[in-house]
């Protein structure tokens, strides 16, 4: 399976079921486990044996997923948590704890901003957040001698600005420390972070993996490929013996390959305890079987209405990654070549008026605090998502109070766009 192409893993990856097995993968639905001796269960508990035994550590049909997403991006192991914000919470914590710092591009998602720079830095973990269009002196300049991990969006939710995966990775691993990438809008259908040099990758499952609004969750998935032991110093959770696995050494028992994801499901979904449904990771796994298919919509479609956008008279600006206009045109087509994502960002000559007026008179696109949905959907953070902030807040945060940030969903792309044309021209 491992040399299948991306659509094949999409659809085959993760599960290979036996003679007279069911053909779909089943769902686990116990939380607990039997066993014959309490000798057996033991060797569970030190880690000498792999098994399930409670599902808030571990559990079949999660586990089947988050294989088949760990083919995808190429990594090694995989570990499903019950939300993307989980997901990069534990991606962190499992390497940087009190008293340590992290370097993270600042165009990020506005939940992972408030994780990093107030939830985590109450835990004592402290981030400097650098531009993804640095210069390498300023990239340079972030990391400290206590840097755990740098950490950036493929394409960034919702600036869309796209990072130079390479230069961060290798600006990371002059450091000695591994480069997190959170792969949410490009998914390992348009692009492998991996293949250029990320250690980790994230993802909020919620967007374009479910793909149907259905189920809120998270992956991460490791590439195998960090040497903990070569920088043992800085990981001391991942080379030093785990006093609450019987003095237990993460990078010695369960090799390069296993150990960052063993220890984060050992110790973190141990005691913080974010596991994700079974029943949410099977209707994940249906949202995965068809990604490779609804990708290519979502950005033919985004594609298409970035440029009838782009030449209409009542539109002031278009950020769009796949647009020639795009200052971030070339990076996009490094790193994605088949596309980027199907979200769109747009601004009106008329200002925030226009783009209010604009919002409500749309019949398809459905105003939601959500995006990558099969269904088409926007928002106008100036009003949602980020309504408590002055105009001078929203410009420091890359957003202006005119942008409108539109979903593009797998829908008649015509349908699309005369819904935008009647909605303009009512402003
Ligand atoms: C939505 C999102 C998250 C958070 O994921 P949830 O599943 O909502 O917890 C993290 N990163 C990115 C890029 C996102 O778009």
Same mark, same amino acid.
């Not at 066993?35 to 000498?48: I, P, Q, R, V």
């Not at 914000?85 to 940087?96: G, L, M, P």
């Not at 998502?385 to 001078?392: A, F, L």
């Given at each position: 399976?491992?040399?299948?192409? *991306?659509?094949?893993?999409?659809?085959?990856?993760g599960y290979?079921?036996?003679?007279?097995?069911?053909?779909?993968i089943p769902i686990v639905q116990s939380? &607990?486990f039997? @066993?014959?001796?309490?000798? +057996?269960?033991?060797?569970?508990?030190?880690?000498?044996?792999s098994g399930y035994f409670?599902t808030?550590?571990q559990n079949p049909t999660n586990d089947t997923v988050a294989a088949?997403?760990?083919?995808?991006?190429?990594?090694?192991?995989?570990?499903l948590?019950?939300?993307?914000?989980?997901?990069?919470?534990?991606?962190?914590?499992?390497?940087? &704890?009190?008293?340590?710092?992290?370097?993270?591009?600042?165009?990020? @998602?506005?939940?992972?901003?408030?994780?990093?720079?107030? &939830?985590?830095?109450? /835990?004592?973990?402290?981030?400097?957040?650098?531009?993804?269009?640095?210069?390498?002196?300023?990239?340079?300049?972030?990391?400290?001698?206590?840097?755990?991990?740098?950490?950036?969006?493929?394409?960034?939710?919702?600036?869309?600005?796209?990072?130079?995966?390479?230069?961060?990775?290798?600006?990371?691993?002059?450091?000695?420390?591994?480069?997190? #990438?959170?792969?949410?809008?490009?998914?390992?259908?348009?692009?492998?972070? *991996?293949?250029?040099?990320?250690?980790?990758?994230?993802?909020?499952? &919620?967007?374009? /993996?479910?793909?149907?609004?259905?189920?809120?969750?998270?992956?991460?998935?490791?590439?195998?490929?960090?040497?903990?032991?070569?920088?043992?110093?800085?990981?001391?959770?991942?080379?030093?013996?785990?006093?609450?696995?019987?003095? *237990?050494?993460?990078?010695?028992?369960?090799?390069?390959?296993?150990?960052?994801?063993?220890?984060?499901?050992?110790?973190?979904?141990?005691?913080?305890?974010? #596991?994700?449904?079974p029943?949410?990771a099977f209707?994940?796994?249906?949202?995965?079987?068809?990604?490779?298919?609804?990708?290519?919509?979502?950005?033919?479609?985004?594609?298409?209405?970035?440029?009838?956008?782009?030449?209409?008279?009542?539109?002031?600006?278009?950020?769009?990654?796949?647009? +020639?206009?795009?200052? @971030? @045109?070339?990076?996009?087509?490094?790193? /994605?070549?088949?596309?980027?994502?199907?979200?769109?960002?747009?601004?009106?000559?008329?200002?925030?008026?226009?783009?209010?007026?604009? /919002?409500?008179?749309?019949? #398809?696109?459905?105003?939601?605090?959500?995006?990558?949905?099969?269904?088409?959907?926007?928002?106008?953070?100036?009003?949602?998502?980020?309504?408590?902030?002055?105009?001078?807040?929203? *410009?420091?945060?890359?957003?202006?109070?005119?942008?409108?940030?539109?979903?593009?969903? #797998?829908?008649?792309?015509?349908?699309?766009?005369?819904?935008?044309?009647?909605?303009?021209?009512?402003?």
């Open positions: 399976m491992k040399n299948n192409r *991306i659509e094949t893993k999409c659809v085959q990856g290979t079921p036996a003679n007279g097995e069911p053909r779909q939380t &607990t039997k @066993y014959a001796t309490s000798e +057996e269960m033991g060797k569970l508990f030190d880690l000498e044996a409670y808030r550590l088949k997403i760990a083919e995808m991006e190429g990594g090694t192991a995989a570990m948590t019950s939300s993307g914000q989980a997901a990069n919470f534990y991606a962190v914590f499992n390497i940087a &704890t009190c008293g340590d710092h992290v370097v993270s591009c600042s165009t990020i @998602y506005g939940g992972t901003y408030n994780l990093f720079a107030v &939830t985590m830095k109450k /835990m004592g973990i402290e981030f400097t957040f650098v531009s993804p269009d640095c210069t390498d002196e300023e990239l340079e300049a972030a990391f400290r001698p206590n840097t755990k991990a740098v950490f950036g969006e493929t394409i960034a939710n919702p600036a869309l600005t796209v990072l130079d995966i390479e230069k961060f990775a290798n600006a990371a691993h002059a450091h000695g420390v591994p480069l997190i #990438i959170d792969n949410t809008f490009a998914t390992p259908v348009n692009c492998r972070p *991996i293949e250029w040099g990320a250690d980790i990758v994230t993802h909020s499952t &919620t967007k374009y /993996m479910d793909g149907h609004g259905a189920c809120v969750g998270g992956c991460i998935v490791d590439s195998g490929k960090f040497d903990w032991m070569a920088h043992a110093e800085k990981f001391p959770g991942l080379c030093t013996p785990d006093d609450s696995y019987h003095g *237990i050494t993460y990078c010695e028992k369960f090799g390069l390959e296993g150990a960052f994801i063993t220890k984060a499901t050992a110790q973190l979904m141990r005691d913080f305890g974010s #596991i994700q449904a029943q949410h209707i994940l796994n249906l949202g995965l079987e068809s990604l490779h298919v609804r990708m290519e919509r979502h950005c033919s479609n985004a594609l298409a209405i970035a440029k009838y956008l782009e030449q209409h008279e009542k539109i002031a600006w278009v950020e769009y990654p796949g647009l +020639e206009s795009s200052k @971030y @045109y070339s990076v996009a087509k490094k790193y /994605m070549p088949n596309g980027t994502c199907g979200v769109v960002s747009f601004g009106f000559k008329g200002g925030r008026p226009a783009a209010e007026q604009f /919002m409500k008179s749309l019949k #398809i696109a459905a105003i939601e605090t959500h995006v990558a949905d099969a269904r088409t959907c926007c928002l106008h953070p100036a009003s949602a998502t980020h309504r408590q902030m002055n105009d001078e807040e929203l *410009i420091a945060a890359g957003i202006t109070n005119d942008l409108v940030r539109y979903s593009c969903g #797998i829908e008649n792309v015509d349908d699309l766009i005369e819904d935008i044309a009647q909605a303009l021209d009512t402003i």
